[in-house]
């Protein structure tokens, strides 16, 4: 019997990192795989962590905030899992601890990195320039970081397997392709929870609206970049670095079934599209154990669903697409200021300080007003990340008074007229 595959598991307690573990679980059910958890960590939340360290015998858990109550609670969690388990659990905390976790990998290892945010970025530079293969769901370590991530994974041989759905149906329809035969690869995008409302409309919605997804349950960051296509945007640049394709070689159109998650256009005009259940545990298993076998986690009745819809992503109403191929065309450290940019934006949208319409004006601003520089190494990406972080602050607090509260601001005079 070959040895328990090694993994390290980032971003445990969230969406995608809650999805992994019970991909885990089934796996080893169901066919018998085994992983040895080495590690587990959290942003800030220690209850789900000190959970989900019992229940995979995870031998050390993580947690990137350093304060209370988070970390003194995960300690006193893991003191009494521990003694009842009869076997130590290290308990590591803040970006160096996160740090440490992934300094043990070594190739043949996974990582799976499911973190939300920028905040992801360091864990994947270091995992592929050690040669370990990732298994990457935090799309924002390619957009800040793409030209620093896969010219490492190229020089020690580290694999990216996307988790994200899109990419990993593209990867899947890759799969025996000759590359030279691709054109071009179209994205799928649901529209988010507002797709069918009117431009004024959603440029107001609260944050309980937008959070209303209407084909995914994700966490809160990516269901607000889908109310604003900037998840398609970030999508974007993400396939840009995995697939090595040109901005024009990219597409992206709307498909509110959230049934086909990816095509490949060839050069002779045949397609291979990937079809599946919107259910982000395919994809996540796909990354752990690198096959398609069952047993199936959902089925397609093909029947029942009729016909399948797509439509063209209307650039007024979601002018987030046209700003990912400004990002592109800008290169050098663009990357990171909208994606930093994107981030700071929607924290202030989900804590009512702007409307859902200011995130997309505020994140072009940033990108026209801060120069992108040469991206040469993670120091660039930091400063670029601190100065859009520092503009979207200054600029939102800067809006008109009463803009404050996104459901009662009136629509400022700038905004784009569709
Ligand atoms: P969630 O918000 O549900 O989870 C985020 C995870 O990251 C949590 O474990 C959180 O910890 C942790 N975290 C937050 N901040 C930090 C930090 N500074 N350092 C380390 N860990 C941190 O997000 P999702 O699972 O939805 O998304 C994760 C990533 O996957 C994102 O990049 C997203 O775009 C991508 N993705 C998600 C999909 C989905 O279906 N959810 C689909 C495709 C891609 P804590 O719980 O303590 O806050
Ligand atoms: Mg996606």
Same mark, same amino acid.
């Given at each position: 019997m070959s040895a328990p595959r090694r993994v390290l598991l980032l971003g445990a307690t969230g969406s995608i990192g809650a999805s992994t573990l019970e991909v885990m679980a089934q796996l080893e059910r169901e066919r018998g795989c085994r992983f040895d958890v080495i590690g587990l960590a959290g942003g800030s939340r220690a209850e789900p962590l000190a959970a989900a360290a019992h229940a995979t015998g995870a031998r050390a858990v993580a947690l990137a905030d350093t304060g209370s109550p988070g970390l003194p609670a995960l300690r006193a969690s893991i003191a009494r899992i521990a003694s009842a388990a009869d076997h130590p659990i290290e308990v590591l905390a803040g970006d160096e601890g996160i740090g440490v976790l992934v300094s043990r990998l070594r190739p043949g290892d996974l990582l799976v990195n499911a973190v939300v945010? !920028? !905040?992801g970025l360091r864990a994947t530079l270091m995992a592929v320039r050690a040669g370990v293969d990732v298994a990457l769901a935090n799309k924002e370590s390619l957009v800040a970081g793409g030209a620093l991530v896969l010219p490492a994974a190229a020089a020690s041989g580290a694999r990216i397997i996307p988790i994200d759905s899109e990419h990993a149906a593209v990867h899947q329809c890759l799969a %025996? @392709?000759? /590359?030279? =035969?691709? /054109?071009r690869i179209i994205l799928t995008a649901s %529209? %988010?929870?507002? /797709? =069918?409302? =009117?431009h004024d409309r959603a440029w107001h919605a609260t944050p309980a609206e937008a959070l209303r997804h209407p084909t995914w349950a994700m966490g809160p960051k990516v269901t607000i970049d889908s109310a604003t296509m900037m998840n398609k945007a970030l999508e974007i640049i993400e396939a840009h670095w995995l697939f090595s394709l040109a901005p024009q070689d990219i597409s992206a159109i709307m498909h509110p079934q959230s049934l086909v998650h990816g095509i490949v256009e060839f050069g002779d005009g045949s397609m291979i599209a990937q079809l599946g259940p919107a259910d982000m545990r395919i994809p996540i298993r796909q990354a752990l154990v690198g096959d398609a076998a069952g047993p199936a986690l959902g089925r397609l009745d093909l029947e029942s669903i009729g016909a399948l819809e797509f439509r063209a992503i209307d650039d007024r109403r979601f002018p987030a697409i046209r700003l990912a191929r400004r990002v592109l065309a800008l290169g050098g450290t663009a990357g990171a200021i909208f994606n930093a940019a994107n981030e700071a934006a929607v924290a202030l949208f989900l804590g009512g300080g702007i409307p859902l319409g200011r995130i997309v004006e505020l994140v072009a601003e940033a990108i026209e007003r801060i120069p992108a520089g040469p991206l040469t190494d993670e120091s660039d990406i930091r400063a670029a990340d601190a100065a859009a972080r520092r503009f979207i602050a200054a600029e939102a607090a800067a809006?008109?008074? %009463?803009? @404050?509260a996104a459901a009662t601001c009136a629509v400022p005079e700038r905004r784009p007229r569709p």
């Open positions: 945010g !920028a !905040a %025996g @392709a000759r /590359r030279s =035969d691709v /054109r %529209g %988010g929870a507002l /797709r =069918d409302w =009117d809006d008109p008074p %009463g803009c @404050a």
